[in-house]
């Protein structure tokens, strides 16, 4: 495997950053993770829109031009040979002794872009079957619409999920409404056949998968309502789904042990999983 580091292309084993780089000091830096599919990178344009405003948000540079980053991007993915897979990328404050604030102006932010092939069965086997969620507090930061490589809650949260067999963890907030997963986004589809799923505007990430199935939806006239709803509103619901780079359109099928409806996928997340590719361009 090949990875990029900074301008080049090394030996995945061999890629490395500095011990005093402001993402391994202070997680001080954001990132991005693409879909492959067929060879092909799933909404770019998204990711790139995306990373832009994380960056901006935390008054980071663009490591490279953005056009370039795309090509770079590409690169990395055809020199692994992927074809169903991931790019991740990851941009950090650059390296510079360790010191809170900003490092001197001119120190350059400093980019890592890897990829790896996923296994298209195996991801096929799981949807088929559908996947279980634990729910936990929302303890997180209130800027969690930055795409931030401090993932810490997230990563515990995800830890919980495994240790309970599950697949994922539902974060509550205050008001014991469901914000995302730990690394994707929540949705519900009701009794009544509307689509739910949190406004992007409040406490969670603007899921790129999300924007992708909310057109998708639209696509096929499903109904859709962007708003919050509850651990209980998601037990009772017809059917529930997460979505994201890595998970796509994925059912889950029980909710902290108890199954959602008859605890099998349902027709909607299915319906949209096979729009997904077409809307995705
Ligand atoms: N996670 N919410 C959170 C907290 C996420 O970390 C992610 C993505 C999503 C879904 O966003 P998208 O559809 O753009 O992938 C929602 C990535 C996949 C990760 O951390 O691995």
Known sequence: RIAYV?????????????????????????????????????????HLDRLDRSLSELAMAWPVGRDAL????????????VRDGLVYLQVTRGVARRDHPFPPPGTPTALVVTAKSTDRRAFAEKAEKG??????????????????????????????ARDSGAAEAWMIDEDGMVTEGAATNAWIVTMDNVLVTRPAE???LRGVTRATALEAAAKLGLAVE????????????REAFMTSATSQIMPVTSIDGAP??????????????????????
Request: aromatic share 8%; glycine share 10%.
């Open 70 to 81: 795309g090509r770079i991007m590409i690169e990395v993915t055809s020199r692994n040979r």
């Open 260 to 281: 959602v409806a008859n605890g099998h996928p349902g027709e909607t997340a299915r319906q949209l999983g096979r729009a997904f590719f077409g809307a995705a361009e």
């Open 131 to 160: 996947v279980a969620v634990i729910t936990v507090p929302d303890n997180r930061w209130d800027r969690v619409d930055i795409k931030t490589i401090g993932l810490l809650p997230n990563v515990l949260a995800r830890q919980q």
């Open 202 to 204: 409040n406490g969670i």
């Open 226 to 237: 962007e708003r919050g709803f509850t651990v209980a509103e998601a037990m009772a619901a």
């Open 6 to 46: 900074n301008g080049r292309y090394v030996p995945h084993a061999q890629a490395q950053v500095h011990v005093e780089d402001r993402g391994y000091q202070f997680s001080d830096g954001v990132y991005e993770v693409c879909e492959v599919s067929g060879g092909f990178i799933i909404d770019r344009t998204r």
